[in-house]
């Protein structure tokens, strides 16, 4: 994170060096398949998610750094959008415990399948100083699971902690401009963190990140947020209008 001027000074990484390192020590990501019926509930932006799923959208109200998310279920409750969801199609029967067809249920199998995965940020012991409140910030944050941790043990700096859940997805449109040019847009793999159901402490609500290949079998990931803080997500929406900009980079 740089400032226009190279002179001054560069406050952002100044702060990251001697406290975000130890509040946030990002490790890497881990994927997982994700279940059909889990993957349908991610990306619901129905108008009846409260009833649909109580037990998350309770998670979601009961953390106060999830509002962004919660501010999204009240959104859709309220029919703020007037156009459907990209997936409204494949939900509008109703949720998958409570009355989806089977033509449906075929439909996010594949999606599942063959297209999607869900992942977590993993966090190294210098978060441990830190557990209690990111238990009280982040509803996703936890322990991981027992086959990452034995992985884990057997290396130098073990893995103790997920948060920050996302849902991957590959051979998708990048949404920045430089990942492309005028006649063709670069295809990459992307981190969904912005849907309702996802959750997740502020500022994760703003992000969308990608993993580019700059050259044959060489991938960069790329940290991207949106600018345009007043413009509520929903995936039927034009990406230009979140004004998405590349904060940072990561391997």
């Not at 557990?131 to 991981?144: H, V, W």
Request: aromatic share 12%; charged share 25%.
């Amino acid at each position: 994170m740089r400032n226009t001027k190279s002179s001054d000074p560069n406050l952002l990484n100044a702060m990251w060096v001697s406290i975000g390192r130890y509040i946030f020590p990002w490790a890497g990501k881990n994927y997982e398949k994700i279940s059909p019926r889990k993957l349908s509930m991610m990306l619901d932006e129905s108008p009846d998610l409260a009833k649909r799923y109580p037990g998350r959208v309770h998670e979601l109200k009961l953390h106060q750094a999830s509002l962004l998310h919660y501010n999204l279920v009240l959104k859709n409750q309220q029919h703020y959008w007037k156009t459907d969801s990209i997936f409204t199609k494949h939900l509008k029967n109703s949720s998958w415990d409570n009355g989806m067809s089977d033509e449906d249920k075929e439909f996010w199998k594949d999606q599942a399948e063959n297209k999607w995965v869900s992942g977590n940020n993993i966090q190294d012991k210098r978060i441990l100083p830190m557990d209690l409140i990111f238990k009280m910030l982040d509803m996703n944050y936890q322990e991981p699971l027992q086959s990452i941790q034995k992985l884990a043990n057997q290396g130098p700096g073990p893995f103790v902690r997920q948060g920050y859940i996302f849902l991957g997805h590959a051979d998708q449109e990048s949404i920045l401009p430089m990942s492309s040019s005028e006649t063709k847009k670069k295809r990459v793999f992307k981190f969904h963190y912005r849907s309702p159901m996802i959750g997740g402490a502020v500022p994760i609500g703003f992000c969308l990140d990608e993993i580019v290949e700059i050259a044959q079998g060489l991938f960069l990931g790329q940290l991207i947020y949106s600018t345009a803080l007043t413009e509520l997500y929903r995936s039927s929406v034009d990406p230009t209008k979140y004004e998405c900009q590349l904060l940072d980079i990561f391997c």
